[in-house]
Protein backbone atom coordinates (compact mmCIF):
# COMPACT_ATOMS: atom_id res chain seq x y z
CA UNK A 1 0.00 0.00 0.00
CA UNK A 2 0.72 3.60 -0.73
CA UNK A 3 2.80 5.20 1.97
CA UNK A 4 3.70 8.99 2.84
CA UNK A 5 6.85 9.65 5.49
CA UNK A 6 7.47 12.34 7.42
CA UNK A 7 9.64 12.66 10.49
CA UNK A 8 8.39 12.15 13.78
CA UNK A 9 9.47 15.34 15.27
CA UNK A 10 10.77 18.60 14.58
CA UNK A 11 12.14 21.25 17.03
CA UNK A 12 13.10 24.60 16.51
CA UNK A 13 13.10 28.25 18.59
CA UNK A 14 10.81 30.86 18.59
CA UNK A 15 10.97 33.07 15.66
CA UNK A 16 13.34 30.54 13.63
CA UNK A 17 12.76 28.73 10.57
CA UNK A 18 10.61 25.03 10.80
CA UNK A 19 10.80 22.56 7.89
CA UNK A 20 8.86 19.42 7.78
CA UNK A 21 9.32 16.97 5.04
CA UNK A 22 6.66 14.49 3.16
CA UNK A 23 8.37 11.82 1.04
CA UNK A 24 5.99 9.53 -1.33
CA UNK A 25 6.61 8.27 -4.83
CA UNK A 26 3.67 9.66 -6.38
CA UNK A 27 3.71 13.25 -5.15
CA UNK A 28 5.30 14.42 -8.51
CA UNK A 29 1.94 13.26 -10.15
CA UNK A 30 -0.66 14.12 -7.13
CA UNK A 31 -1.04 17.41 -4.91
CA UNK A 32 -0.15 17.35 -1.69
CA UNK A 33 -2.04 19.14 1.10
CA UNK A 34 -0.68 20.20 4.94
CA UNK A 35 -3.48 19.60 8.12
CA UNK A 36 -2.37 21.13 11.68
CA UNK A 37 -3.57 19.59 14.61
CA UNK A 38 -3.29 20.58 17.85
CA UNK A 39 -4.42 18.28 21.00
CA UNK A 40 -8.40 17.76 21.39
CA UNK A 41 -9.15 19.94 17.89
CA UNK A 42 -10.00 18.71 14.63
CA UNK A 43 -7.34 19.20 11.93
CA UNK A 44 -6.95 22.62 9.97
CA UNK A 45 -6.09 22.65 6.64
CA UNK A 46 -2.76 25.23 6.00
CA UNK A 47 -1.30 24.54 2.87
CA UNK A 48 -3.27 22.85 -0.67
CA UNK A 49 -2.47 21.65 -3.76
CA UNK A 50 1.09 21.65 -2.52
CA UNK A 51 1.70 26.40 -2.22
CA UNK A 52 -1.43 27.47 -1.88
CA UNK A 53 -2.35 29.01 1.60
CA UNK A 54 -6.20 29.36 2.39
CA UNK A 55 -7.48 32.25 3.78
CA UNK A 56 -7.03 33.37 7.15
CA UNK A 57 -3.56 31.04 7.34
CA UNK A 58 -0.86 33.01 8.42
CA UNK A 59 1.60 34.15 5.27
CA UNK A 60 4.38 32.69 7.77
CA UNK A 61 3.05 29.19 6.26
CA UNK A 62 4.18 27.86 2.87
CA UNK A 63 4.66 24.82 1.09
CA UNK A 64 7.31 23.68 -1.66
CA UNK A 65 7.54 20.73 -4.11
CA UNK A 66 10.33 19.16 -5.24
CA UNK A 67 10.21 15.81 -6.96
CA UNK A 68 9.15 13.24 -4.47
CA UNK A 69 9.36 15.21 -1.62
CA UNK A 70 7.10 18.04 -0.65
CA UNK A 71 7.72 20.54 2.26
CA UNK A 72 5.79 22.38 4.92
CA UNK A 73 8.16 25.81 6.00
CA UNK A 74 7.12 27.74 8.68
CA UNK A 75 8.90 30.63 8.80
CA UNK A 76 9.06 33.02 11.91
CA UNK A 77 7.77 30.00 14.44
CA UNK A 78 5.63 31.49 17.09
CA UNK A 79 4.83 29.21 20.38
CA UNK A 80 1.25 28.94 19.00
CA UNK A 81 2.43 26.85 16.19
CA UNK A 82 3.40 24.21 18.51
CA UNK A 83 1.21 20.97 17.17
CA UNK A 84 1.22 18.22 14.98
CA UNK A 85 1.41 18.66 11.25
CA UNK A 86 0.17 15.52 8.98
CA UNK A 87 0.82 15.70 5.16
CA UNK A 88 -2.06 14.52 3.32
CA UNK A 89 -1.85 12.93 -0.95
CA UNK A 90 -3.09 10.29 -2.88
CA UNK A 91 -1.78 6.83 -4.69
CA UNK A 92 -0.75 7.42 -8.24
CA UNK A 93 -3.99 6.24 -9.82
CA UNK A 94 -5.88 9.06 -7.47
CA UNK A 95 -8.27 6.93 -5.85
CA UNK A 96 -6.98 5.94 -2.38
CA UNK A 97 -6.50 8.97 -0.20
CA UNK A 98 -3.22 8.79 2.33
CA UNK A 99 -2.04 10.82 5.51
CA UNK A 100 1.45 10.73 6.39
CA UNK A 101 2.24 9.35 9.60
CA UNK A 102 2.09 12.96 11.33
CA UNK A 103 4.94 15.22 12.47
CA UNK A 104 5.37 17.19 16.21
CA UNK A 105 6.64 20.43 15.84
CA UNK A 106 7.83 21.46 19.00
CA UNK A 107 8.90 25.07 20.38
CA UNK A 108 11.64 25.28 22.35
CA UNK B 1 -22.01 28.93 8.91
CA UNK B 2 -20.51 26.30 7.47
CA UNK B 3 -20.55 22.71 9.92
CA UNK B 4 -20.33 19.53 9.87
CA UNK B 5 -21.76 17.13 13.45
CA UNK B 6 -20.93 13.59 13.80
CA UNK B 7 -23.09 11.29 16.09
CA UNK B 8 -23.94 8.17 17.08
CA UNK B 9 -20.09 7.30 18.63
CA UNK B 10 -20.23 4.99 21.94
CA UNK B 11 -18.81 1.66 23.58
CA UNK B 12 -19.05 -1.70 21.62
CA UNK B 13 -18.31 -4.97 21.95
CA UNK B 14 -15.73 -6.32 19.11
CA UNK B 15 -18.17 -8.16 16.59
CA UNK B 16 -20.54 -5.45 17.09
CA UNK B 17 -22.36 -2.73 14.97
CA UNK B 18 -22.26 0.83 15.15
CA UNK B 19 -23.68 3.64 12.75
CA UNK B 20 -21.91 7.14 12.73
CA UNK B 21 -24.31 9.84 11.30
CA UNK B 22 -22.58 13.54 10.27
CA UNK B 23 -24.79 16.48 9.68
CA UNK B 24 -23.79 19.02 7.11
CA UNK B 25 -24.89 22.47 6.58
CA UNK B 26 -23.87 25.62 5.27
CA UNK B 27 -22.86 24.75 2.07
CA UNK B 28 -24.34 22.55 -1.16
CA UNK B 29 -23.91 18.87 0.57
CA UNK B 30 -25.68 16.77 -2.84
CA UNK B 31 -22.48 18.35 -4.46
CA UNK B 32 -19.93 17.46 -1.93
CA UNK B 33 -17.35 14.49 -2.12
CA UNK B 34 -17.87 13.36 1.82
CA UNK B 35 -15.13 11.21 3.38
CA UNK B 36 -14.47 9.59 6.70
CA UNK B 37 -10.96 9.94 8.80
CA UNK B 38 -10.25 8.55 11.41
CA UNK B 39 -7.50 8.86 14.76
CA UNK B 40 -6.85 5.80 17.00
CA UNK B 41 -5.73 7.51 20.48
CA UNK B 42 -2.49 9.06 20.33
CA UNK B 43 -2.01 7.76 16.45
CA UNK B 44 -1.98 10.05 13.29
CA UNK B 45 -4.56 10.41 11.09
CA UNK B 46 -6.34 7.64 9.12
CA UNK B 47 -8.82 8.12 5.36
CA UNK B 48 -11.68 5.54 6.37
CA UNK B 49 -13.63 6.06 2.78
CA UNK B 50 -15.23 8.39 0.75
CA UNK B 51 -18.70 8.49 -1.12
CA UNK B 52 -18.54 10.51 -4.08
CA UNK B 53 -21.70 13.23 -5.21
CA UNK B 54 -24.19 11.41 -7.16
CA UNK B 55 -23.62 13.41 -10.05
CA UNK B 56 -20.10 12.15 -10.01
CA UNK B 57 -21.91 8.78 -9.57
CA UNK B 58 -22.18 7.94 -6.15
CA UNK B 59 -19.88 5.70 -5.74
CA UNK B 60 -17.67 4.45 -2.42
CA UNK B 61 -13.85 3.79 -1.69
CA UNK B 62 -12.61 2.35 0.96
CA UNK B 63 -9.00 1.76 2.66
CA UNK B 64 -8.32 -1.59 3.00
CA UNK B 65 -8.32 -2.06 7.04
CA UNK B 66 -12.22 -1.08 7.07
CA UNK B 67 -13.31 -2.85 3.40
CA UNK B 68 -15.71 -5.12 3.40
CA UNK B 69 -16.69 -4.05 6.93
CA UNK B 70 -17.67 -0.59 6.98
CA UNK B 71 -20.40 0.99 4.38
CA UNK B 72 -20.73 4.83 3.91
CA UNK B 73 -23.80 6.26 2.57
CA UNK B 74 -25.68 9.40 2.40
CA UNK B 75 -29.20 11.08 2.13
CA UNK B 76 -28.56 14.39 0.40
CA UNK B 77 -32.52 15.05 1.03
CA UNK B 78 -31.67 15.47 4.80
CA UNK B 79 -28.21 16.65 4.48
CA UNK B 80 -26.89 13.78 6.08
CA UNK B 81 -23.33 11.26 5.81
CA UNK B 82 -23.43 7.90 7.37
CA UNK B 83 -20.86 5.52 8.02
CA UNK B 84 -22.03 1.82 9.02
CA UNK B 85 -19.27 -0.48 10.77
CA UNK B 86 -19.78 -3.99 11.17
CA UNK B 87 -17.59 -6.93 12.33
CA UNK B 88 -16.02 -4.12 14.72
CA UNK B 89 -12.45 -5.01 16.19
CA UNK B 90 -10.67 -3.07 19.05
CA UNK B 91 -8.30 -1.73 15.97
CA UNK B 92 -11.18 0.54 14.77
CA UNK B 93 -10.96 2.34 18.60
CA UNK B 94 -10.87 6.05 17.24
CA UNK B 95 -12.14 9.61 17.29
CA UNK B 96 -14.10 9.36 13.80
CA UNK B 97 -14.74 12.90 11.55
CA UNK B 98 -16.56 13.65 8.36
CA UNK B 99 -14.63 15.94 6.25
CA UNK B 100 -15.08 17.34 2.79
CA UNK B 101 -13.57 20.73 1.13
CA UNK B 102 -12.44 21.91 -2.19
CA UNK B 103 -9.86 21.49 -4.25
CA UNK B 104 -8.90 17.83 -3.28
CA UNK B 105 -8.57 18.70 0.37
CA UNK B 106 -10.18 18.57 3.45
CA UNK B 107 -11.39 22.13 4.77
CA UNK B 108 -14.19 21.31 6.47
CA UNK B 109 -13.84 19.19 9.27
CA UNK B 110 -16.38 17.68 12.17
CA UNK B 111 -15.96 17.79 15.66
CA UNK B 112 -15.56 14.22 15.37
CA UNK B 113 -17.25 11.76 17.34
CA UNK B 114 -15.59 8.41 19.62
CA UNK B 115 -15.90 5.10 19.28
CA UNK B 116 -14.43 2.72 21.44
CA UNK B 117 -14.22 -1.22 20.66
CA UNK B 118 -13.57 -3.00 24.10
CA UNK B 119 -15.31 -6.13 25.48
Known amino acids: SYELTQPPSVSVSPGQTARITCSGD??????AYWYQQKPGQAPVLVIY???ERPSGIPERFSGSSSGTTVTLTISGVQAEDEADYYC???????????FGGGTKLTVL | EVQLVESGGGLVKPGGSLRLSCAAS????????MSWVRQAPGKGLEWVGR??????????DYAAPVKGRFTISRDDSKNTLYLQMNSLKTEDTAVYYC??????????WGQGTMVTVSS
Open chain 2, 99 to 108: TTGSWGAFDI
Open chain 2, 26 to 33: GFTFSNAW
Open chain 1, 26 to 31: ALPKQY
Open chain 1, 88 to 98: QSADSSGTWVV
Open chain 1, 49 to 51: KDS
Open chain 2, 51 to 60: IKSKTDGGTT
